[in-house]
């Protein structure tokens, strides 16, 4: 019985610390990113650049996604007022599936957004991906990031820590309930993991 109390402590101990670790990394990620995120376009500073992130254009049901559309209308919103002046759209590409592609193509016949100023990073396979080539790759440092809020904060914690004078704006998010709660909680968890990726130096 002595055994089984010392190795429920033992996990109720682990239990605490993970939690705490998760509560911790989450603080830490909020507090380097307080006040550089930002939900209107008058309000941001001017960039050079706007790092769009990428997600799928389409949901499984074939319908529009519409986390893809609220954020090619955020980063259309910041070229038309003045904000930016290109626009790095960064997501995955591979047999049958372009990200970046989509993207562009988007933001030329449905945004009005000129061809030349639009480029295609086709290996940002994730977000910690599409920050560091953002900076290492196309030299971009004066960014706006832009993605829905719950994403931004993250994003903003890798370019934070890469030295980017970076900054986001927030694409109006989806409030389905299940996948509004579903992102909200991995996101939570994958700040955890960016920390991680951080004190380790990944």
Not at 27 to 43: A, D, F
Not at 59 to 66: C, D, I, L, R
Request: charged share 20%; aromatic share 14%.
């Amino acid at each position: 019985m002595k055994r089984i109390l010392n190795i429920f402590n033992y996990f109720s101990l682990f239990a605490e610390l993970g939690l705490l670790m998760m509560l911790m990394s989450n603080i830490w990620v909020y507090n380097l990113t307080h006040g550089r995120t930002y939900t209107k376009v008058s309000r941001i500073p001017a960039r050079e650049t706007a790092l769009v992130l990428g997600t799928s254009p389409k949901m499984k049901s074939g319908a529009a996604n519409p986390y893809f559309t609220k954020r090619m209308d955020a980063v259309a919103a910041l070229f038309h007022y003045g904000k930016i002046q290109k626009i790095i759209v960064s997501g995955e590409k591979s047999p049958h599936y372009d990200e970046p592609f989509a993207m562009k193509n988007y933001l030329i016949f449905n945004e009005g957004i000129p061809e030349h100023v639009i480029i295609e990073d086709p290996k940002g396979f994730n977000t910690i991906s599409s920050i560091k080539r953002c900076k290492s790759h196309y030299h971009a440092n004066n960014v706006i990031i832009v993605s829905q809020g719950f994403h931004n904060l993250r994003a903003l914690f890798f370019a934070r820590n890469l030295n980017m004078n970076a900054l986001a704006f927030e694409a109006e998010d989806v409030y389905r309930p299940r996948s509004y709660y579903r992102n909200h909680f991995r996101e939570f968890l994958a700040r955890v993991k960016a920390v991680i990726y951080f004190i380790i130096g990944v």
